[in-house]
């Protein structure tokens, strides 16, 4: 198991920080993540439809590397104007660092999850390698994007409350799993899924055993812990954002002079009616329906004859998908299987009812989940070894074909033109 961990580790590490430092140009949803995190240098008040804390971790860590918006001498600094445009000097690194760490450390996590929901190791070697190599996680995860935090937040929340399900020293692991669940609904607040799965879980378990005052018991650890977190990181931010601003455009004439429980109420308020507002369309937009089968992938940087594109590991997104159908199968009786396709489907049914644009990248949640349905099912299959063997090499030969559109490497109109193979990732 540790000489496992160490490949994965290792692997991870490589194939999220390769070419870490290119391009040293502004991507794809940088333009907006990169005013934001200036914000809290130069403290003029801003607004995001999510909640602050990918942002604040951001520009914290960056502020060590002594990262500033504005250079010194009248020298141009980082506007973060336009996708493509030039970083003015090698701090853009400090602020892609901590997505891509959370991003090389999902698969660590995963493969212990795996483990903590009874896979064996060499299943739970092949599901944290699949996420390792997956292309899209790369991509998302590459950048001053904010998914990399919501995905290593909650599934840190599911493994530790798995932890707690499988010990007899459970404290620890409820205090973990309010924490992270704090943090990953800080992060966008479609994280509350993973708090929900576990709830889920024991509401059943209550309804069961009728353990009513175990089941209030556990709503500190499910509810009250993550909303002090959250409240936390939004006293945090206004603390920091005291100029007059842009997002001052979006709140009330008085927001500036109430106390922080009203700043905080206001806030969220509006966070939810400016989602429920948005109407803007999208050329790579795409609907919840389609993103199983990665009909609409997303270019995020272009420069002659090299592109960024949000494109996943087709044998590994297409594979995952067949195994959600097949998995249907089994879901009377096979409990683990339950309890990821719950998960599943937690993170794609609520972008049913969401009007406005959605992107491909809405899936990664889900996908990792349909991940790990795929390898538990084929753990359960006669010649699991010989099929992990089979499903590993294939997946590493993809990742190794999308690899110029997934780190940005030139690719001549011809060799371009042969990864595109449905008329839709035009």
């Keep these: 198991m540790k000489k496992g961990l160490l490949i994965i580790t290792l692997l991870s590490a490589t194939t999220h920080f390769a070419f870490f430092s290119y391009p040293n140009q502004t991507v794809f949803d940088e333009v907006h993540f990169g005013k934001f995190i200036s914000g809290y240098y130069t403290h003029e008040y801003y607004f995001d439809i999510h909640p602050p804390l990918g942002k604040l971790m951001v520009a914290g860590f960056a502020k060590i590397f002594d990262f500033k918006p504005d250079l010194p001498d009248g020298k141009a600094g980082f506007s973060f104007a336009q996708i493509g445009e030039k970083f003015p000097d090698e701090k853009y690194l400090a602020l892609r660092f901590l997505p891509s760490l959370a991003g090389a450390l999902l698969p660590v996590v995963i493969f212990l999850l795996a483990l903590q929901l009874k896979f064996t190791p060499i299943g739970a070697f092949v ?95 499910f509810v009250i812990i993550p909303l002090m977190i959250y409240f936390s990181v939004f006293a945090l931010h206004f603390s920091l954002l005291t100029k007059p601003g842009p997002g001052d455009a979006f709140m009330s004439p008085n927001f500036r002079k109430e106390n922080v429980v009203k700043k905080f109420v206001e806030l969220n308020i509006q ?35 090299s592109r960024i594109y949000l494109l996943g590991n087709p044998i590994i997104w297409w594979g995952s998908t067949v195994a959600i159908l097949l998995s249907l199968g089994y879901v009377t009786r096979h409990r683990i299987i339950q309890i990821l396709l719950a998960g599943y489907f937690l993170n794609l049914l609520p972008f049913v009812g969401i009007k406005r644009v959605m992107f491909l990248y809405h899936y990664l949640a889900a996908l990792v989940f349909a991940i790990l349905i795929l390898v538990y099912l084929i753990e359960r299959q006669r010649h699991a070894k010989k099929i992990f063997i089979g499903l590993a090499v294939a997946s590493a030969v993809a990742f190794v074909y999308f690899t110029p559109l997934t780190y940005g490497l030139p690719l001549s109109p011809k060799t371009y033109e042969s990864r595109v193979w449905l008329p839709s990732w035009e």
């Excluded at 999208?282 to 329906?289: A, D, E, F, L, V």
């Design 127 to 221: 599901a944290g390698f699949l996420v390792a190599i997956e292309n899209a996680l790369i991509v998302q995860t590459h950048f001053i994007l904010m998914d990399g935090f919501l995905l290593i937040f909650g599934f840190l929340t599911l493994l530790f409350y798995f932890k707690l399900r499988y010990t007899l020293h459970a404290s620890r692991y409820k205090i973990l799993m309010a924490i992270f669940g704090g943090l990953t609904i800080s992060i966008k607040w479609t994280g509350l899924t993973f708090l929900a799965l576990p709830l889920i879980i024991e509401t059943w378990s209550y309804l069961k055993n009728r353990s009513f005052e175990r089941f209030i018991r556990q709503l500190i650890f």
């Design 271 to 305: 966070m939810y009616q400016s989602n429920q507002r948005l109407t803007a369309t999208h050329p790579y937009g795409s609907r919840w329906y389609s993103w199983p089968f990665m009909a609409r992938p997303i270019f995020y940087w272009v420069s002659e004859n």
